[in-house]
């Protein structure tokens, strides 16, 4: 019996179906654990944009806090005697940070004796200083009163509340187009004039016409200035005096109020609304409070402008070099260096990237250009500082040992029958190439692009290096010729995710925009992916002779 039961188990470590199950184990842990990840993302992150109730506690001194119910956690050990051990602790988003200098608060639950979800109070999101939770007190137009208690103040509010937005769309519109427009014409009057002295060429003529044209704009200038000083005092005149829960009060601005909502009042249906209202300012808008609150928008655009700047330019690279290596170069000891080589390149570390694009793309060539064709411009760099252009550059020269291996997998797969075909029937090694063989590596040049992709959209380090930052003026694209401007630097998910996961001063506001950005970034990959998969997907149909 004994001889059965160790012959059955060396069959059994013979048939190789231990290992089948040690690595059907492991791949389903590792779907596990990236699910688990994913929907711990994607649920604090889309939890987020849900209107919170605001809950009431009356605390056995009389004090009465207001806020949001964020989680609750178990003290093992209390050193109070009239606390049970083990009791638990509330945690509370309060707002009012300019009154009370903290968003949240700990209550421990021995201590609450009434707990509530009253009606009339109201949440105000600000520009600045976070939301203020409290009670409409009065609203007053210059000198004179529209409500004095809360029930007038609701019937006034959200009237004055369209005045003051539209006010800000249009200071918005001022500032962005009139007058981005009028500093981006003065700053090229600026250029020419330096230009002009840096050739010492008199250009008397056309010296006085550029000074006559930039005192011009420096009236429309002030001009604009003049209209803006009076929307903004325009906003000053319609103010709003909110009281807090214990009592303090709190005079605003209706023009530092972004919106204002009932969250205890309204219902399923009106929440759904302002969900998806909230889900689009944060894809649609600009970020606030150090990046804390506002939306995401230019980093969005930052990130899939440089993933699409660096496709174009690993794409051709690689695939260039994967044909000579695997068509043209004799196969050696040298080519197989070159192999070894590019293998190595893809495990170098990516802040070595980085030094290198900083060294070489920003200091060397951005350095070289602007002597060379931005010398009016200095010593303010135009190329020879961090930006789009070089942080793609860099990307995409971090992704071409993925693209170059995987293009030549692909070229492989490419059955030998179709060059000999295409060559016995007249066609050149370049025309074959080009006509029969690549179309059919096609799948695996864009396995190649989808997985240089997924490794670069989500990089940090080198960028931080060539050109990402904190927050970017301008985005790389607008009105002004050459429209792309490739030289600007930018924003970038990862990064944004760094900057408020580890860099903001308010750690616990910051969270849930950590949480946010974090499940968009994991949508922007998903859905690059997916474009260049259903590329590939189509590539396979087309061209079936691949096997890649």
């Known amino acids: 019996m004994k001889n059965v039961k160790r012959f059955s188990l060396k069959k059994f470590l013979d048939s190789g179906s231990l290992f089948i199950w040690l690595c059907g184990g492991a791949l389903g842990i590792s779907l596990l654990m990236i699910g688990g990840l994913l929907m711990l993302i994607m649920v604090n992150g889309m939890g987020y944009f849900w209107p919170k109730d605001l809950i009431q506690f009356t605390l056995n001194d009389g004090t009465i806090v207001l806020g949001e119910w964020v989680g609750s956690e178990t003290i093992p050990e209390s050193e109070s005697v ?31 004796v009434d707990e509530s979800f009253p009606a009339d109070v109201m949440a105000f999101e600000r520009r600045e200083w976070g939301n203020f939770y409290g009670r ?99 906003l000053e005149h319609f103010r709003i005096t909110v009281v807090d829960v214990a009592g303090e009060e709190k005079t605003l601005s209706l023009g530092t109020l972004v919106k204002v909502w009932s ?35 230019p980093a969005i655009f930052g990130t899939v402008l440089m993933v699409v700047i660096m496709s174009i330019a690993v794409v051709p690279f690689g695939v260039l070099a994967a044909i000579y290596l695997k068509e043209y170069a004799k196969q050696g000891v040298v080519t197989r260096m070159i192999r070894i080589a590019v293998n190595n390149l893809a495990g170098v570390p990516s802040i070595v990237f980085g030094v290198f694009g900083l060294g070489f793309f920003v200091y060397a060539v951005g350095g070289t250009l602007d002597s060379l064709f931005f010398a009016e411009s200095l010593p ?20 071409v040992p993925v693209v170059i291996v995987a293009t030549e997998e692909g070229l492989s797969a490419v059955p030998r029958e179709y060059r000999e075909g295409s060559l016995g029937l007249g066609a050149t090694k370049l025309e074959a190439l080009w006509r029969v063989v690549l179309p059919c590596a096609m799948p695996g040049i864009l396995t190649g692009l989808i997985l240089a992709v997924s490794r670069a959209t989500g990089e940090v380090a080198p960028l931080m290096l060539t050109g990402v930052v904190k927050l970017a003026p301008s985005l790389p694209v607008d009105g002004f010729f050459p429209f792309l401007h490739l030289d600007r630097k930018f924003m970038h998910l990862g990064f944004h995710i760094y900057d408020v996961g580890f860099q903001s001063p308010n750690v616990e506001a910051a969270k849930p925009m950590v949480y946010v950005t974090t499940f968009i970034l994991v949508l922007v990959v998903i859905l690059l992916n997916m474009a260049a998969i259903a590329l590939r997907t189509r590539m396979r149909k087309r061209y079936a002779g691949s096997s890649v």
């Open 82 to 112: 009239d606390k049970p051990k083990g009791h638990q602790r509330i945690q509370l988003k309060i707002g009012n940070r300019d009154l009370y200098g903290l968003d949240f608060r700990w209550v421990d639950q021995a201590d609450i």
């Open 136 to 234: 409409i007190k009065q609203i007053q137009e210059g000198e004179s009163i529209l409500a004095s208690d809360h029930e007038q103040g609701l019937t006034v509010l959200f009237p004055l509340l369209e005045r003051t937005n539209d006010i800000q769309q249009h200071i918005h519109a001022i500032e962005h187009d009139e007058i981005g427009e009028l500093n981006h014409a003065i700053e090229q009057a600026r250029l020419q004039l330096r230009s002009l002295e840096l050739g010492k060429e008199e250009g008397g003529d056309e010296r006085v016409s550029i000074e006559e044209h930039v005192q011009k704009l420096q009236g429309l200038y002030e001009i604009q200035s003049a209209a803006l000083i009076a929307l903004y005092e325009k």
């Open 263 to 297: 969250p205890n009042r309204m219902g399923i249906g009106e929440k759904l609304v302002m969900y998806g209202e909230n889900f689009w300012t944060v894809l649609s808008e600009e970020p606030r409070e150090a990046n804390t609150e506002g939306g995401i928008f």
């Open 380 to 399: 303010n760099p135009t190329f020879g500082t961090g930006g789009m252009l070089w942080a793609s550059l860099t990307l995409a020269l971090m992704t």
